[in-house]
């Protein structure tokens, strides 16, 4: 897909921002997960900048599907600094790659709660493996600067729901199927200290909110995308629970911006929580809001509960706010709200034609 508008926008704001470009200079970084929300739009970044600024930067996306890389960064400029590596991570089999390698982001993961609950050993397995197979790379490498995408679910029922900080780590239900994902994330965050403090190896976890923006793709169906497609389209917004839920969020560009200054600002064995809190909201009052900000509330906001909700993978009743004083303190700010967060990937949805 070639660059829009909005995403021209978007990644002439990261320019202009407060990451330390210089950093970047003739190294080379990996990002695995490419092919993902977060890691495609950390590609983008890296190679906008890389056209813009002359960095000299090499960027190399590890994938397992190589059609869907060359849909999502068909026309994309920069991308004569990008190549691909074909890997599954979910392999016993150390990652080949020659050369050196300065930096890693690993945004890799099952991110969709029906894989979650339909197939949890292949979760872990990609979480677990996934991760110890970066992490022997960097060690392997001499890597500078490593940063593991972590998430909020990690603190399942929050110990601080109001307040939560980094050290906040609340109860994950180890009956529950769907609690692969979360304990999977805090095992990795776990093997992530561990290589830092064995091996030397600066490696941080950003625990990001729910992400979303400019940059989602087209197969995207987590709630921010279903919300949005119902509004542009005025139909009703349906909620498959009752909305109590409380959201954190973060836009794509905000969340980037994080993970670039974290791989040469992070702390090793250090995590980080990445939210806009101005963005904190429940669920029902986020449908709420899209229906008015992209549909004038012509959608209507309904509630269909299926029997078989826990079957079909949704996470419980979350209570919870997250705090990002942390982050912050390394100066990163995040620059855009829900109502503009929304607005902006409506645009990017009508841009790349997907309504």
């Given amino acids: 897909m070639a660059l829009n508008n909005v995403l021209t926008e978007d990644l002439n704001s990261l320019l202009a921002s407060e990451i330390e470009w210089s950093n970047f200079k ?180 950003a625990r990001l909110a729910q992400t979303f923006g400019v940059g989602i793709l087209p197969t995207e169906n987590r709630v921010f995308a279903q919300f949005a497609r119902s509004a542009l389209k005025g139909e009703d917004i349906v909620l498959k629970t009752e909305g109590k839920s409380e959201g954190n969020y973060v836009y794509t560009i905000d969340a980037v911006k994080a993970i670039l200054m974290l791989l040469y600002k992070g702390e090793a064995g250090q995590a980080y929580n990445v939210a806009n809190e101005s963005s904190h909201t429940t669920i029902r009052k986020m449908a709420e809001l899209v229906s008015k900000t992209l549909s004038q509330e012509k959608s209507k906001v309904v509630i269909d509960i299926p029997a078989d909700s826990k079957k079909l993978g949704y996470a419980p009743d979350v209570k919870m706010k997250l705090n990002s004083d942390k982050i912050e303190s390394l100066g990163w700010k995040p620059t855009v709200g829900l109502a503009d967060a929304y607005r902006r990937m409506a645009e990017w949805m009508k841009e790349q034609k997907m309504i």
């Fill in 26 to 205: 003739d190294k080379r970084i990996l990002v695995t997960g490419a092919t993902g929300l977060v890691g495609s739009m950390v590609v983008r970044t890296l190679i906008y900048a890389n056209e813009k600024l002359d960095l000299g930067l090499e960027v190399i996306g590890l994938i397992r599907n190589q059609s869907k890389a060359d849909r999502i960064y068909e026309g994309c400029m920069g991308k004569d600094a990008l190549s691909f590596c074909l890997d599954d991570l979910s392999g016993d089999e150390p990652i080949s790659l020659e050369g050196k390698v300065d930096y890693i982001v690993h945004a890799a993961a099952v991110t969709t709660s029906k894989v979650m609950v339909s197939d949890p050993v292949g979760t872990i397995d990609v979480a677990l493996k996934g991760t110890k197979n970066i992490l022997n790379l960097a060690v392997e490498k001499g890597t500078k600067g490593v940063v593991y995408i972590s998430s909020m679910e990690i603190y399942g029922q929050s110990a601080d729901p109001e307040d939560t900080k980094e050290s906040d780590l609340g109860y994950v239900d180890l009956a529950a199927i769907r609690s692969c994902y979360p304990e999977g994330k805090r095992m990795c965050e776990c093997m992530c200290t561990a290589y830092a403090a064995q091996h030397g190896i600066r490696i941080s976890s």
